[in-house]
């Protein structure tokens, strides 16, 4: 018998991992499913979360919850969408609001999206180094521009998998 995971993923390759949660150690108890894919079966994420943040985050919006015996650490993210909709969700959930750059005044044209965020980022950076600060931005800008020259290349998989590493810096931004 397929594992739970197997079963709720439709045995399709994962697309990206993400840590949601950056900070949080316990185990996860709960596994909770995201919605259906688009473009047929299986779950569009899976999502592992310890009791506090099962309690925490009720508006995540999921399929169904199901039990974890710690399988995972609380916060992991498996992510089973295209690149395009993990770039999507990666706005959605803290680019826009860091950098104010959005993907549809730019036409979801990614390359153009991760060119500009990189270029607010370095803008800020440098702000800072000129009033003789050090920001905690800076440790996002060589994951940033490696999304950036994947996006221009036209490897949105390779983007989505370096923004995921820039969600991490970013939630210890907040």
């Given at each position: 018998m397929p594992h739970l995971i197997q079963q709720l993923s439709a045995h399709r390759a994962l697309g990206g991992l993400r840590?949601?949660?950056?900070?949080?150690?316990?185990?996860?108890?709960?596994?909770?499913?995201?919605?259906?894919?688009d473009d047929g079966p299986g779950a569009a994420w899976l999502v592992?979360?310890?009791p506090a943040h099962s309690e925490d985050l009720p508006a995540w919006p999921a399929a169904a919850t199901h039990p974890d015996g710690g399988s995972m650490p609380c916060g992991t993210v498996l992510d089973y969408r295209t690149?395009?909709?993990?770039?999507?969700s990666h706005a959605d959930l803290w680019l826009?609001?860091?950098?104010?750059?959005?993907?549809?005044?730019?036409?979801?044209?990614?390359?153009?999206?991760?060119?500009?965020?990189d270029r607010v980022l370095l803008a800020r950076v440098e702000?800072?180094?000129?009033?003789?600060?050090?920001?905690?931005?800076?440790?996002?800008?060589?994951?940033?521009?490696?999304?950036?020259?994947?996006?221009?290349?036209?490897?949105?998989?390779?983007?989505?998998?370096s923004m995921a590493h820039c969600?991490?810096?970013a939630q210890s931004l907040t």
């Open positions: 840590t949601g949660l950056a900070g949080c150690s316990l185990p996860a108890a709960t596994l909770r499913e995201g919605p259906a894919r592992f979360l310890c690149a395009e909709q993990q770039l999507q826009t609001t860091l950098t104010g750059v959005d993907p549809q005044s730019l036409g979801y044209v990614w390359s153009d999206v991760l060119d500009q965020a702000e800072a180094r000129a009033d003789g600060e050090d920001s905690p931005l800076q440790n996002m800008l060589a994951v940033m521009g490696l999304a950036c020259r994947a996006a221009a290349e036209g490897d949105l998989e390779v983007a989505a998998t969600e991490t810096l």
